[in-house]
């Protein structure tokens, strides 16, 4: 039976996971808020609609008669799209609301790993009262990160000895609204990202990814939702060995066997500490930009691991090219404090070369594609080498100028990967 898949979500994401699908056996539907134009050339329809309005998105999986989903991006788990894509018939690759809490409640989060004995679980606290938690900044011995509860972009996390100090820390508790925070021990070392695609109580995972969620090289400046990530040719990242990847997947692992009947990709974003590797976060999807390092070297056709998850069949063993990746996204000058929409993207699908093009928050009007707010697009370089992948991500970035752009051209330089394996070295005193 060929099947009729409806993809939720318009960013470089979902772009990726379009592209993944395009040459299987299914017609591809597609529903977002923003109108992706690399989405809307693969899918035989686009439909422009609110993705986190559960009804919305069950009426339009009738109306294309949809026999599986995928669940882009996190606001509509949050928003419980798969459990109404599920009430009406339909199969969601993505969790349910109550399993998406995993990243959509990091104080769930965090009693989720205390309570199931998860390993890699950082010392924390919750609050709802803020003095109480500016009390426990004053008196913890060492260093806190600052995470508000629910969901913020990536860009709600404040480390204190990092990006502030512990008054500023105070301060922008103080000043924010959240209802509920969680400060846990900031953790020292390399971060870095292990999904998984979990169904059926099965779990298959793909190849390590660095992103970069600082807004300027070198990492400076304020967190992103992430500039830019590589991959290595084999499953792990340069600074890593075989055993540290063992043990961030045991803990993914771990986590899939407490959430009883999960499905979707678990995303595991991970600290390489000199004690092996501690959660910072799950996500419940791919990462974006992750998914574009990860979903073009997937070997496996995308679609057998949908269906099998669907039917309650063992999901395909994963084979991935042992290519190196590297991905960088151009956003908006001023992204993302001050951003400044408007300019016209200068590179197309074809014109990026060697490299494939992935559209994030852009929009196409009659004469051009231009930017919005948000991340615009990212060119994803593909190479036996990482060397070799950001070359060809480069070639792509100075087609498209920097007119009203901003990207980081160091992601995936031989330094930066260099200064990665230096500071991994360094923390474990070899
Ligand atoms: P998150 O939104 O949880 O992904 O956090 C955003 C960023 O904050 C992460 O990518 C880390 O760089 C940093 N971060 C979060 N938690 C910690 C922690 N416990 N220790 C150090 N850095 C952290
Ligand atoms: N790249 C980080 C995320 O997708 O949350």
Redesign the pocket.
């Given at each position: 039976m060929r099947e009729n898949v409806l993809l939720i979500g318009g960013g470089g994401r979902e772009h990726a996971i379009a592209r993944a699908l395009e040459d299987s056996e299914c017609d591809l539907y597609a529903c977002a808020g923003n109108r992706n134009p690399g989405i809307a050339r693969i899918a035989t329809d686009f439909e422009t609609l609110e993705e986190t309005d559960p009804e919305a998105v069950v009426d339009y999986a009738a109306e294309v008669e949809a026999t599986i989903a995928v669940v882009g991006p996190e606001a509509p788990l949050d928003a419980g799209v798969a459990d109404a894509l599920e009430e009406a018939g339909v199969y969601a690759f993505g969790p349910r609301q109550e399993q998406a809490r995993i990243e959509t409640d990091k104080a769930f989060q965090r009693r989720f790993m205390s309570e199931n004995d998860i390993p890699g679980c950082p010392d924390y606290e919750t609050f709802d009262d803020v003095e109480a938690a500016c009390e426990f900044i004053d008196e913890y011995d060492g260093d806190l990160a600052i995470k508000p509860a629910g969901l913020t972009g990536?860009k709600g996390v404040k480390v204190i000895g990092d990006q502030v100090t512990p008054e500023e820390g105070k301060e922008y508790i103080r000043e924010s609204d959240y209802e509920r925070i969680v400060l846990e021990e900031r953790l020292i070392g390399e971060e870095l990202t292990i999904q998984a695609f979990v169904a059926n109580g099965e779990i298959r995972t793909a190849p390590a990814v660095q992103?970069h969620k600082r807004a300027y090289e070198g990492d400076e400046g304020p967190n992103t939702?992430?500039m830019g990530s590589y991959s290595d040719a084999t499953r792990e990242l340069p600074f890593m060995s075989e055993e540290d990847y063992e043990a961030a997947v045991e803990i993914l692992e771990a986590t899939v066997d407490a959430l009883e009947g999960y499905k979707g990709i678990l995303y595991g974003q991970f600290m390489l500490t000199a004690e092996g590797p501690k959660v910072i976060e799950f996500?419940a999807r791919f990462?974006?930009?992750?998914a574009m390092n990860t979903l073009p070297v997937l070997e496996t056709d995308f679609l057998d691991v949908l269906t099998a998850a669907r039917d309650g069949e063992d999901l395909p063993d994963l084979e991935f090219a042992d290519q190196a990746t590297v991905c960088k996204y151009a956003v908006p000058e001023g992204y993302p404090t001050d951003p400044e929409a408007g300019a016209k993207v200068q590179v197309d699908e074809e014109s990026a070369g060697d490299a494939l093009l992935y559209y994030a928050s852009v929009d196409e009007r009659d004469d051009g594609i231009y930017t919005t707010t948000s991340r615009s697009f990212a060119v994803v370089g593909i190479a036996n080498t990482l060397d070799e992948a950001e070359e060809i991500a480069e070639d792509a970035l100075a087609v498209a100028g920097d007119e009203g752009l901003h990207m980081r051209h160091d992601i995936g330089k031989a330094d930066l990967v260099q200064q990665r394996i230096d500071h991994m070295a360094e923390l474990r005193g070899d």
């Open positions: 990536g992103d939702g992430g996500n990462g974006d930009p992750e």
